[in-house]
């Protein structure tokens, strides 16, 4: 069964301090490898995905198949930063199913 | 990029009614995804909405209590059935292009 694990409910770090969001997964086969994250009153929005290897506000994330991790890494937070990550998975994204499995999230707070 | 619309964005509901929820998309999908996320919790998925078929349900998840309709490729309803407390969450509506997955603003019930 596929699963991913979010260890920390809660984060809290000071402004300009590095952050870094575990995510951990359980998938037999190749995952597709997505962080979301959710700002307050907002709609939940694409982060990251694995495939394209890119850097979005800041935020990095590689996978580590041998650990099977997906950590989301920024070397300094910022008060924006703050809001709910979620890591979430998926099989091969082949034609039009999307379904993901997502962790329980982490609430990230930047503070001043 | 998808824009997804949902109504209502959220409701107050009397237990044993029901309340459907709809999901509008700005282009024509093949798949659309229906997600419940319960308070503190993660979002789970809760059916796959296929245009000119019957809704495919995840387990724990049946069509009486949650029916699906798909009448084409830019709508999907979702119904919840004979409402208990249990059933207060956020329900998400996603659709999946281009390798993303897009999410609905989402439906916050509250059953009373």
């Known amino acids: 069964a596929q699963r991913v694990t979010q260890p920390e409910k809660l984060l809290s770090v000071f402004k300009g301090a590095p952050v870094e969001l575990k995510c951990n997964y359980s998938y037999s086969g190749s995952p597709e490898l997505f962080w979301y994250v959710q700002y307050s009153r907002q709609r939940l929005q694409l982060l990251l995905r694995h495939i394209s290897r890119e850097s979005i506000k800041g935020f990095t994330a590689d996978l580590n198949k041998g650990e099977t991790s997906f950590h989301l890494k920024k070397p300094f937070a910022q008060e924006e930063d703050s809001a709910m990550y979620y890591c979430a998975l998926s099989g091969p994204l082949r034609g039009s199913n999307y379904k993901l499995t997502f962790g329980k999230g982490t609430l990230l707070t930047v503070n001043p | 990029s998808a824009v997804i619309s949902q109504k209502p964005s959220r409701d107050i509901c009397q237990r044993g009614t029901s309340l459907t929820i709809q999901c509008q998309v700005d282009s024509q999908v093949t798949m659309m995804f229906w997600y419940r996320q319960q308070p503190g919790q993660s979002l789970t998925l809760i059916a796959t909405a296929n245009q000119g078929s019957e809704a495919t349900y995840e387990s724990g998840f049946v069509i009486d209590k949650f029916p699906i309709s798909r009448p084409n490729l830019t709508f999907s309803t979702l119904t919840v059935s004979n409402m208990s407390p249990e059933d207060s969450s956020i329900y998400l509506c996603?659709?999946?292009?281009?390798?993303?997955?897009?999410f609905g603003q989402g439906t916050r019930l509250t059953v009373v």
């Open positions: 996603s659709v999946g292009k281009g390798g993303w997955a897009f």
